[in-house]
């Protein structure tokens, strides 16, 4: 249980282009979800918490009208990269919270991630 | 403010001996505990997790043991396996209705054949 996919999982674009990444909960509903980023050698940075209905909250320093969150159901979070630059090349992982199979309901079970490069 | 630490960016342990990874953090607040497993190009992996009102987890080759007076806890692998090299994030949660995760910054574990 607590299955989380992410799609796609590798992504080539053009610099000035949008990339629409998605994350579903496959066998759970997810109150809420989070998107992070990870750069080489680094922790997961998290960009933003979304629930279900309602606007993301964005982390310091993540532009918000560059990183288009939106949660429409309990099962699928998308993240949409709005006009890529080279900068934004990076690893991007998404988590959902709410399922139950083992611990706390806070426990984030993350996707495979997205590889985005951006040219 | 680095508030979950792991200070050892990398730890090495021969096969069938036991990996001990270490987590610090500084935020009383925080009352929940979890390690995760992360393969390169891939997404963390939920391994186990503690709540404070415990001392000790357990689950097959994995046990989490906390220490809240000194706000330690650490993840044991026994015995270790080679497919158990990967870089292992210890976070913590303080609860509240965002269920954020404040994450350290890793350990390469290699275990060596």
């Known amino acids: 249980g607590a299955v989380v996919s992410q799609h796609p999982s590798r992504v080539i674009c053009k610099s000035g282009t949008s990339v629409k990444i998605e994350c579903r909960s496959l066998?759970?509903?997810?109150?809420?979800m989070f998107w992070y980023r990870q750069f080489p050698k680094q922790s997961l940075m998290l960009m933003a918490t979304s629930n279900e209905g309602s606007k993301a909250t964005y982390e310091q320093g993540v532009e918000k009208d560059k990183f288009l969150i939106n949660h429409a159901s309990l099962t699928l979070s998308t993240l949409t990269v709005t006009s890529a630059h080279p900068e934004d090349s990076s690893f991007y992982i998404c988590?959902?919270?709410?399922?139950?199979?083992?611990?706390?309901?806070?426990?984030?079970?993350f996707g495979p991630g997205t590889r985005l490069l951006v040219l | 403010d680095q508030q979950v630490k792991q200070n050892s960016p990398s730890l090495s342990v021969q096969e069938g001996r036991i990996s001990i990874l270490n987590c610090d953090y500084t935020?009383?607040?925080?009352?929940?505990f979890l390690w995760y497993k992360k393969y390169p190009a891939e997404g963390p992996t939920f391994l186990i997790s503690?709540?404070?009102?415990?001392d000790k987890n357990e689950d097959g080759r994995f046990t989490v043991f906390l220490n809240k007076s000194a706000k330690h806890l650490s993840l044991h692998i026994v015995p270790s396996q080679p497919g158990d090299s990967a870089v292992y994030f210890c976070a913590a949660s303080s609860g509240g209705s965002n269920y954020k995760l404040t994450f350290g910054k890793g350990t390469l574990l290699t275990v060596n054949p």
């Open positions: 503690i709540s404070s009102i415990k």
């Open positions: 988590s959902a919270s709410g399922g139950t199979s083992k611990g706390r309901t806070e426990t984030q079970y």
């Open positions: 066998d759970f509903q997810a109150t809420t």
């Open positions: 935020n009383s607040m925080f009352d929940y």
